[in-house]
């Protein structure tokens, strides 16, 4: 990821409002690989994610002329993915959990036992985050994976605080009893 100042992003952005493509491709080359993280996760497979991001950087350069400069442009990006997200799932009618990479749950003891237990738990809870809602799986992905606050999950969805609030709390319910069970018979099995 490249990171730019908020004065050089507010100068492409404003170059790419005028029709400037290489000020817009520098602002993708920017936050493409978030973009692309946000949707990896609300959808498991990295084809999909793939096509929404473009998706989202064509949708994006179609709507930069209504973007306002005194917003997030993080966040109004993310706002455009988990939208390109959704509706590429909806398309799919289908959700296919693809490769589990970015989950990294950490095992005492190393070895090919250990590895593999890890890499079935990490199967498992990309599995259930991929069960959630829509609407409750995009504040999960946002807080947990990619760091936001619970303002930018607000602003970046286009819903208040509180509504962020319960969207996370409702996740991570349902997701403690989704794994509760299967999670502790991977740990019994580890420890005999």
């Given amino acids: 990821m490249t990171f730019i100042s908020q004065a050089n992003e507010t100068e492409l952005v404003t ?35 793939e096509d929404a991001a473009q998706e989202t950087f064509i949708q994006a350069w ?9 917003s997030s442009l993080r966040n109004w990006l993310y706002r455009i993915a988990v939208n390109s997200a959704i509706d590429m799932l909806r398309k799919e009618k289908r959700i296919l959990p693809g490769e589990i990479e970015d989950l990294n749950l950490k095992d005492s ?9 890890s ?10 985050v991929l069960t959630l809602p829509d ?14 606050s619970y303002q930018e999950i607000s602003e970046s969805l286009e819903i208040p605080i509180g509504t962020v609030m319960s969207r996370l ?3 991570r319910k349902i997701l403690k009893e989704k794994l509760e069970v299967q999670l502790f018979v991977y740990a019994e099995a580890e420890n005999v």
């Fill in 15 to 49: 170059r790419a409002q005028n029709g400037d493509r290489n000020a817009f491709s520098e602002l993708v080359r920017t936050h493409s690989q978030g973009v692309l993280n946000v949707i990896y996760r609300m959808c498991g497979s990295m084809q999909i994610a």
């Fill in 62 to 70: 179609l709507r930069l002329p209504s973007y306002r400069l005194k």
């Fill in 109 to 117: 003891e190393p070895g090919p036992e250990a590895m593999v237990a």
């Fill in 119 to 128: 890499s079935e738990r990490t199967e498992l809870v990309q599995e259930a």
């Fill in 135 to 148: 609407a409750s799986r995009a504040v999960l992905v946002l807080r947990e994976f990619e760091g936001f």
């Fill in 169 to 171: 709390n409702y996740a």
